[in-house]
């Protein structure tokens, strides 16, 4: 069982001003640990009724106390040292990053166009973002090559994009539909999704407001 720890801090105001802050620590059943922690604000540009403008930067790290990069074939035909050996690596069973730093421009809107229906647009950029990649090479000044892992600096430009937007069917009934596309250092991804939702309480307070 992973045993997780975490503190978290929100604040927001009045004029627009929001931001949030976390410290967390994972504890794996193999005594591994990951730990994590980020911060970022957002400032207001635009702020009025119905129109929000918000720009700021946040930064993320995070590092496990071992690293989980294993050879794609532990066993193979051939011995370390022969050009057919194959050194390529995954993680497993789970992937723990080691001086991974990200510092990015974010950025987010919020648009309502009606009294039912609202859109919110949400985007980050990585301007510096780092971390020690592991790969696999051959020791051969020892009497019998052997396999070791070691870490390169690797740089990367992460991305992110979402879209959401919210539709008041009837009182109580809200649809969103989001969509979200992004780069991290090892792939890109899109993804997209929709919930209905319906609150009692509020449809209830609606018919009783019309009366």
């Known amino acids: 069982m992973t045993n997780t720890l975490r503190a978290t801090l929100k604040w927001a105001s009045s004029g627009g001003w929001l931001g949030e802050t976390r410290v967390q620590w994972e504890r794996y059943p193999d005594d591994n640990a990951v730990r994590t922690a980020y911060l970022w604000v957002l400032a207001p540009l635009v702020h009025r009724e119905g129109t929000s403008f918000q720009v700021g930067y946040s930064v993320a790290a995070q590092g496990a106390d071992e690293s989980r990069f294993v050879l794609n074939q532990p066993s193979q035909q051939v011995p370390p040292g022969d050009p057919a050996y194959v050194l390529d690596g995954h ?106 939702s319906y609150r009692i309480a509020a449809a209830a307070h609606r018919r009783l407001a019309r009366h």
């Open 91 to 196: 993680y497993s069973p789970y992937y723990t990053p080691s001086a991974l730093l990200v510092q990015s421009v974010i950025a987010a809107t919020s648009v309502r166009l009606s009294q039912t229906v609202n859109i919110r647009l949400n985007g980050a950029y990585g301007v510096v973002a780092h971390e020690d990649a592991p790969f696999f090479s051959v020791a051969s000044g020892a009497a019998q090559p052997t396999v070791e892992r070691g870490f390169v600096r690797r740089r990367f430009t992460p991305r992110e994009m979402r879209l959401t937007v919210g539709v008041d069917l009837s009182p109580g009934l809200r649809l969103i539909a989001n969509g979200q596309t992004g780069a991290t250092a090892y792939y890109h991804y899109t993804t997209a999704g929709a919930q209905l």
